[in-house]
């Protein structure tokens, strides 16, 4: 067990090298957009190159990527160009948003899919319509749709809800929870739309099975079976999707976090990739200096 | 496999058509309601938030940017100069400034009542100070501080700088980030990126989230604490234009950029929606004027015809949503620099330009690649379909938006579609037609635009300077250096209690927004 748990975690480590040194070596093609961006449209090409130098970018990029996993195994993860902020703490701060919101809407869907799943497959008949109905319309539905159609009428309209920003747990439980309601509500019907299915296809599966019928010929009570017998049966395939959402709700997040404005750790180089026609959808588009961008 | 795999990819594919149809929703959905409005309060003690889409990269005075950073910078910091909304150049920091007469010595003079906010006395060596750091300090600011040899400071009030040859924007990067006064003892503190001392009218505050939100609070003993109405100055990060325009519906932030779709929704909602016509020059940069890559751009008729290929009117209703104007120059239309008299130079006349590429010797036209921006991609088919229609054939290469700026500089295009952030005459001249311009990848020249340039270099007279600079711009039309398409505007909504006047084309400032009356 041990040696099985060791050979995964060097093999995990071998994966995330292997990710950091890909991606140091496809981002090392644009380094003079970097040291341009730093500079500004009006700099000399000579000046590119001096920063270049002055940063460390014209050695080969092998060296750079040593001299950067060096740094890194040491806890030292530099300062952003971008941003001036230490990348560590910047990084840790926007991911404690992103998990603060994933780990609140894993619960909550946990919760909910639980209770439809179990609810349809032993009910039956309407109720398991209309978890199923539910179930399609939460799938169907694009998740970036329901969030700006609640912040349309939740903030903006009725102003219950914040539409943009994040306060921190710390700082106050109760804005905190209210910052994150519409973000958790939208990741929450995306996840209770697959984890629900799965409760209930799991659950119809283990209730027809011949222990099922044991229980009830020694006269065990309904609810026991369903809950203690079962659910734990059926939590098992149950737990994998879990683990697959977690993953999907991560990716999810980061989309719906940029519609909600909080401090989220996609976008945090300034490249924001907007077409829309007007210039100042460029603003934060810093290679193109922008003085005119009111 | 389990729907549940596919979620994220259909939020992706999803996300652009969701954006449109929740712009629909909320056009029906919210024009009655009212934007959180505050009291119609008057005081000093008002609070504005405004919301921007990137933060400011560094507070280091050597490392600012201008551009809606400067919302935050120029709270923070005091500038030498100021530049007026008739882009004229008003003391600041400094209450008078006198040039030589060879215009080689510039002399300033600072107000004797200037503190930062530690309480310190701002003096001359501060000033001499930040200016020699930014000088030697490669950032944005650096090279337009190339023509200076030397920065003095002979008594406590006086600055003295030293060019090598006369520089016609100088005053005008005084004006702006170049000019910004830090403070000599910590301004190459590691603090002073994200924490600097400040000299200006504002100061960050403790709550500030770097990179989220800039909380700025005023400072009572500065100078000039009387012209900012308002107590607290808040500026928001929010990429996404939906969240901006949602933030703004729900009173989170009092001012912002709105898109001209949402302009008559914004209105019906109690915003005060203000529109600034001019503030970016959308240009065909014809970068190839020597030919070396496209021969036919080395010939002036081609570049008229060029001109004449494009509907400039029908590209400002329907690309720009009427937030603009058509234009066949570039220079800002506020200044001395712009003739009207041009804007009839060339028209739109496909027929007229396919002659004048016959009698260039181009009658079936010719075939040219152009990078395909961010900026371009909204206009590309337009583009395409216009010069075509007169003959010449366009390719579009894809260039990462982390590359645009760099899609000029390579020299690999012969000509790139640009936004051009309108500024003075002279820094718009240093930008696009002088030799090194980053706009003149190719470093075109001609004699006769050389001598008008030195001469404007050299002229010391405002009112002369700017006669000179309508020769230029007359110059520059005439010979079609580029194809100028439409000045590019902005709208500015404000929620009852703001009012948006904007005090400089050059520079967004929080000095932009007043308190009003309704």
Redesign the interface.
């Known amino acids: 067990m041990i040696s099985y748990a060791l050979r995964r975690l060097g093999a995990g480590i071998v994966l995330a090298v292997l990710v950091t040194m890909i991606t140091f070596f496809l981002l090392s093609g644009s380094l003079e957009s970097v040291a341009r961006e730093r500079l500004g449209s009006a700099a000399t090409q000579e000046s590119v190159k001096a920063l270049m130098a002055e940063l460390g970018f014209d050695r080969p990029a092998i060296v750079q990527y040593l001299d950067w996993l060096g740094l890194v195994l040491t806890g030292d993860f530099g300062v952003s160009l971008f941003t001036s902020q230490p990348v560590a703490p910047a990084v840790a701060a926007r991911l404690s948003v992103t998990l603060s919101l994933v780990v609140t809407a894993l619960i909550i869907t946990v919760i909910i899919s639980v209770a439809l799943g179990v609810w349809a497959a032993t009910r039956g008949g309407v109720a398991d319509k209309v978890s199923q109905g539910l179930s399609l319309v939460g799938y169907v539905v694009p998740g970036l749709l329901i969030a700006i159609v609640l912040v349309t009428v939740l903030s903006v309209n009725l102003k219950l809800l914040p539409a943009t920003g994040f306060t921190p747990f710390a700082q106050n439980p109760g804005k905190w929870a209210a910052s994150i309601a519409i973000p958790v509500i939208v990741l929450v019907i995306g996840g209770v739309a697959s984890m629900a299915a799965q409760i209930r296809g799991s659950m119809i599966g283990e209730l027809r099975k011949d222990y099922i019928r044991t229980l009830r010929t020694r006269g065990v009570r309904t609810r026991s079976i369903v809950l203690r017998h079962a659910l734990r049966n059926a939590a098992s395939p149950a737990l994998t999707v879990l683990s697959l959402e977690f993953i999907q709700m991560l990716g999810g997040a980061l989309i719906i976090e940029n519609v909600f404005a909080l401090p989220d750790s996609a976008p945090m180089p300034s490249t924001h990739r907007s077409k829309a026609t007007s210039p100042s959808s460029w603003a934060s588009l810093s290679s193109v200096s922008c003085s005119w961008c009111p | 496999m389990?729907?549940?795999?596919t979620?994220?990819k259909?939020?992706?594919r999803?996300?652009a058509a969701?954006?449109a149809?929740?712009a629909l929703?909320?056009s029906t959905?919210?024009s009655s309601?009212e934007p959180?409005a505050e009291s119609q309060n008057t005081s000093r003690n008002e609070e504005i938030s405004i919301a921007?889409?990137?933060?400011p990269?560094?507070?280091?005075p050597a490392?600012l940017?201008?551009?809606?950073q400067a919302y935050v910078w120029a709270s923070i910091f005091d500038t030498l100069l100021m530049v007026d909304k008739d882009n004229k150049i008003q003391p600041s920091a400094a209450e008078s400034w006198k040039y030589s007469e060879d215009l080689r010595t510039l002399t300033l003079k600072l107000r004797s009542d200037l503190k930062f906010s530690t309480g310190d006395p701002v003096t001359s060596s501060d000033v001499a100070a930040t200016l020699e750091r930014t000088r030697t300090t490669?950032?944005?600011q650096?090279?337009?501080l190339a023509k200076v040899t030397s920065i003095s400071a002979p008594d406590a009030s006086t600055v003295v700088i030293q060019l090598s040859s006369p520089e016609p924007s100088l005053l005008n990067y005084l004006a702006?980030a170049t000019g910004v006064i830090g403070d000599a003892d910590s301004l190459a503190s590691e603090k002073t990126?994200?924490r600097p001392t400040g000299s200006g009218p504002y100061v960050l505050s403790d709550a500030t989230?770097?990179?989220?939100?800039y909380v700025m609070e005023r400072r009572e003993d500065y100078w000039n604490a009387a012209a900012f109405p308002f107590k607290t100055v808040k500026v928001?990060?929010?990429?996404?234009?939906?969240?901006?325009y949602?933030?703004l519906?729900?009173?989170?932030v009092k001012a912002a950029?709105i898109?001209?779709p949402q302009r008559k929704q914004a209105e019906g909602a109690g915003f005060t929606v203000k529109e600034?016509q001019a503030?970016?020059a959308l240009v065909l940069v014809l970068a190839d004027r020597k030919g070396d890559l496209v021969p036919a751009l080395a010939d002036v008729k081609v570049r008229q015809a060029i001109n004449m290929a494009f509907d400039r009117a029908q590209i400002v209703k329907a690309?720009?949503?009427g937030?603009g104007k058509p234009t066949e120059q570039v220079f800002d239309p506020n200044s001395g620099a712009y003739d009207p008299a041009l804007e009839d130079t060339y028209g739109f006349d496909p027929e007229k330009a396919r002659k004048l590429l016959a009698e260039a010797g181009y009658p079936d036209g010719f075939a040219m690649t152009m990078p395909s921006t961010?900026?371009s991609?909204?206009f590309e088919p337009v583009i395409t379909q216009a010069l075509a229609d007169i003959g010449i054939k366009v390719t579009w290469e894809p260039v990462?938006?982390?590359?645009?700026?760099?899609s000029?500089?390579s020299k690999k295009y012969p000509a790139v579609l640009w936004?051009?952030?309108?500024?003075s005459a002279g820094r718009q001249v240093?930008?696009m037609y002088a030799p090194?311009a980053?706009l003149n990848p190719f470093k075109w020249n001609n004699p006769e635009l050389d001598t008008l340039l030195e001469t404007v270099a050299n002229e010391p007279d405002e009112a002369t300077r700017d006669g000179l600079y309508k020769k230029v711009n007359e110059y520059t039309v005439r010979q079609a250096l580029n194809a100028p398409i439409a000045y590019?505007g902005?709208l500015?909504a404000t929620a009852p209690g703001v009012d948006f006047l904007?005090t400089s084309v050059?520079?967004?400032t929080v000095r932009d927004f007043g308190v009003s009356a309704r």
Do not use: H, M
């Open positions: 389990f729907p549940v795999l979620r994220t259909t939020l992706t999803t996300a969701s954006i149809v929740a929703l909320a959905a919210c309601s959180a921007i889409q990137a933060q990269a560094s507070l280091d490392q940017a201008e551009g809606q490669a950032g944005q650096q090279p337009k702006q990126k994200l989230v770097d990179g989220t939100e928001k990060v929010i990429q996404d234009r939906t969240a901006q949602n933030a519906q729900a009173g989170e950029l898109q001209a600034v503030t970016a690309l720009l949503n937030v961010v900026i991609q909204s990462p938006p982390q590359n645009t700026a760099s000029i500089a936004f051009y952030g309108l500024n240093g930008d090194e980053f590019v902005t500015w904007p050059v520079l967004p």
